[in-house]
């Protein structure tokens, strides 16, 4: 079965204090691996697609990695407007566009 | 902006009545959409997916007689929850995948409260 674990689950940072999320998941092939933010009453806003292990992307204060059992994303300097949900979606090989989402790790950074 | 549209954004509705909720696409075609449901400190569970012309796909523990897919068009899926009870509160998600993006746009949500 398709698995997405997403830790810590919530994670309180000073303004400047660079810290990363992870992302564990288990799939039965990987077509794409997803980053998402969702502000409260919101829905999903997308960051990132990563592909295959070893690569990188970037956006402003965020990088996100991936390896062939993890993702993890990277926040340098955050602000407190970094604020949300950090969401991780998997979408696995066979055809379909569904993706499979983690809890999330709720963010709160302070000024 | 945005390119997928939920209508409403909330709703409360008593117990035993049929809510309708609404999802386009802007400026795109899409032949598929997801929808998904979320409670609070949960991740988003994928409920069904629609698919224009045919029949919706419901994933497992899903009552497809409780909640009507619609997509009739190719911008246009229309869910009903149906015979709405307590238990059905919820924020309810639609996606959709745009032909050759790599991700999936989604709507803004809609909070169902049944009272």
């Known amino acids: 079965e398709d698995q997405v674990t997403q830790s810590p689950e919530a994670l309180r940072l000073q303004e400047g204090e660079s810290s990363s999320l992870n992302c564990s998941y288990t799939?039965?092939?990987?077509?794409?691996l997803f980053w998402y933010r969702q502000d409260p009453g919101k829905g999903p806003e997308f960051l990132f697609t990563?592909?295959?292990a070893g690569e990188e992307k970037e956006k402003e204060r965020l990088k996100a990695t991936l390896t062939k059992k993890e993702s993890f994303l990277h926040i340098t300097a955050p602000k407190p407007e970094d604020s949300a949900t950090y969401l991780c979606?998997?979408?696995?090989?066979?055809?379909?566009?569904?993706?499979?989402f983690g809890k999330g790790t709720k963010l709160t950074v302070n000024p | 902006g945005a390119v997928v549209s939920q209508h409403p954004s909330w709703v409360i509705c008593k117990s035993g009545t049929s809510v309708k909720i609404e999802c386009r696409s802007l400026?795109?075609?899409?032949?598929?959409m997801f929808w998904y449901r979320q409670f609070p400190k949960q991740s988003l569970m994928l409920m069904a997916t629609?698919?224009?012309?045919?029949?919706?796909?419901?994933e497992q523990g899903v009552e497809k007689d409780k909640f009507l897919i619609n997509h009739a068009s190719l911008t246009l899926s229309t869910l009903t929850v149906t015979s709405a009870h307590p238990e059905d509160s919820s924020f309810y998600i639609c996606?959709?995948?745009?032909?050759?993006?790599?991700?999936?746009?989604f709507g803004q949500g809609t909070r169902l409260t049944v009272v």
């Open positions: 400026d795109f075609q899409a032949t598929t």
């Open positions: 799939v039965s092939g990987l077509r794409g």
């Open positions: 990563l592909y295959s």
């Open positions: 979606a998997v979408q696995p090989q066979g055809g379909s566009e569904k993706l499979v």
């Open positions: 996606s959709a995948p745009r032909a050759l993006s790599s991700r999936a746009f």
């Open positions: 629609s698919n224009e012309g045919s029949k919706a796909t419901y």
